[in-house]
């Protein structure tokens, strides 16, 4: 089955510095990709997502970068500020396949 | 528009005991997953409703078991307990389709003990 691969499990960089978490994983027929992040206590939140036809996306201050060749995508965050501080989540889908597998998680604390 | 709705958000039971869970999707979403949380194992599938139908299953004992109503919303069971299944249990919904954005609800924390 799909194994998906997050790395760092913990970040932490100065606010306004950029943070980038790295995820790979094994099934080639994977096409869908989301990151989610957690605060305490709170659900996982989608923040932003890239399809396998799409090399790059971003929103604001986070964007995502897919390489489908290597197997990886990468979540970036740039101009961190103390409440991007959290849980991050990647994921895969595979086509027909309606579940996510998750990386193990990256806890990125953003010093002031 | 609502979100994901899940109760209870707290449990207690001992072990040997059976546990149910609720979901209520958002509304006009037909799909229901169920992730179990934990320390150790990060977020892990167990199983995915669509229109009352079980389509995918994860890698979890008979003691799991779930099922969805025909206004979408879905209920998880877990029978026998056992020590280990202390977690949190998230419900997500989506409108079912091919990559559809999973949306999560809160959650309910199980602790077994």
């Known amino acids: 089955g799909e194994n998906v691969e997050q790395h760092p499990s913990t970040l932490s960089v100065q606010e306004g510095d950029s943070a980038v978490i790295k995820c790979t994983y094994s099934?080639?027929?994977?096409?869908?990709f989301p990151w989610y992040k957690q605060e305490l206590g709170k659900r996982p939140q989608l923040i932003i997502d890239?399809?396998?036809?799409?090399g790059e996306k971003k929103d604001q201050r986070i964007a995502v970068t897919l390489n489908k060749t290597a197997k990886h995508f990468s979540l970036h965050i740039t101009e961190t500020q103390p409440e991007d501080s959290a849980v991050y989540f990647c994921?895969?889908?595979?086509?027909?396949?309606?579940?996510?597998?998750f990386g193990q998680g990256t806890r990125l604390t953003i010093n002031p | 528009k609502a979100g994901v709705t899940q109760t209870p958000r707290y449990l207690i039971k001992t072990r040997g005991q059976q546990v149910t869970l609720s979901c209520s999707p958002i509304?006009?979403?037909?799909?229901v997953s169920w992730y179990q949380q934990t320390p150790g194992q990060g977020l892990q599938f167990l199983f995915e409703?669509?229109?009352?139908?079980?389509?995918n299953k994860g890698n979890f004992p008979g003691r799991f078991s779930g099922r969805q109503f025909s206004n979408s919303r879905s209920e998880m069971n877990v029978s026998t307990l056992e020590l280990g299944d202390s977690a949190l249990y998230l419900c997500?919904?989506?409108?079912?389709?091919?990559?559809?954005?999973?949306?999560f609800g809160s959650g309910t924390q199980l602790s077994v003990l």
């Open positions: 997500a919904s989506s409108g079912g389709g091919v990559n559809e954005k999973l949306f």
């Open positions: 099934d080639s027929a994977s096409n869908y």
């Open positions: 890239i399809r396998s036809n799409v």
């Open positions: 994921a895969v889908q595979s086509q027909g396949a309606q579940k996510l597998v």
């Open positions: 509304s006009g979403h037909r799909s």
């Open positions: 409703y669509f229109s009352e139908t079980q389509r």
